[in-house]
């Protein structure tokens, strides 16, 4: 069984419009990551969150991303005003020390 | 954030062969280095952590070089199913760093 579980595998989005990401951790841990991929490129991170709060971010998560835990469980990243270049893998992963398990991933396609 | 650098790709091998991929870190202070296996459109997926001694699992071995801030990895007797794209990652503490990854493809 995976560590964490995203919904949805696959949305597509018309560009303008905000779109949310969900992140299902199974286990109760507190330190959650979100990375990007961009089709042919490398993995990278957008922001990590830690204990309901922000933890640190990268110049790619602008203004137009927020990240919540609304419920204490689930994990949201919203991106708001989707551009064509947000086209991307979206993928949450609990971070220890010793490994990230990544989640399934969001395949995110604007229009 | 530091980068990660890997050799550019992709290699195409016979099954059988031995490959090596090589990666370098510019971070000094990262303390945690692993391989990732990602397969096309997949999540990636810890292959093996590297330690300082190098390690070995199966047919798969890992070295790390703390003073030239270098890793490698090396897959012996290659099946079709290691065809994937092999990730170098440096981390400190959480903070885990991704390399661009370096893809396999093992030929019948």
């Known amino acids: 069984e995976p560590e964490v579980t995203q919904t949805p595998s696959h949305q597509v989005t018309q560009m303008g419009q905000e779109v949310i990401l969900r992140c299902v951790p199974i286990s109760n841990h507190l330190y959650f990551y979100w990375y990007r991929q961009i089709l042919g490129q490398k993995v990278e991170f957008l922001v990590s969150?830690?204990?309901?709060?922000?933890?640190?971010k990268s110049e790619i998560f602008d203004d137009q991303f927020s990240v919540e835990r609304p419920d204490g469980s689930n994990f949201t990243l919203k991106i708001r005003s989707t551009k064509l270049e947000d086209s991307a893998m979206y993928f949450c992963?609990?971070?220890?020390?010793?490994?990230?398990?990544f989640g399934q991933g969001t395949r995110l396609t604007v229009v | 954030r530091k980068e990660v650098e890997q050799d550019p790709g992709p290699f195409n091998v016979p099954e059988g062969a031995t490959v090596a991929f090589n990666c370098t870190y510019s971070?000094?202070?990262?303390?945690?280095f692993f391989w990732y296996r990602q397969d096309c459109r997949k999540e990636p997926k810890l292959l093996m952590s590297?330690?300082?001694s190098g390690n070995e699992d199966g047919r798969f071995t890992a070295q790390l070089n703390r003073a030239s801030q270098y890793i490698s990895l090396l897959i012996r007797d290659s099946k079709l199913s290691d065809s994937a794209t092999y990730l170098c990652v440096s981390a400190l503490g959480q903070n885990f760093v991704f390399g661009p990854g370096t893809r396999l493809s093992v030929l019948p």
């Open positions: 971070n000094s202070a990262s303390q945690s």
């Open positions: 590297v330690y300082s």
């Open positions: 969150f830690y204990n309901n709060e922000i933890s640190e």
């Open positions: 992963a609990k971070v220890t020390a010793r490994e990230a398990f």
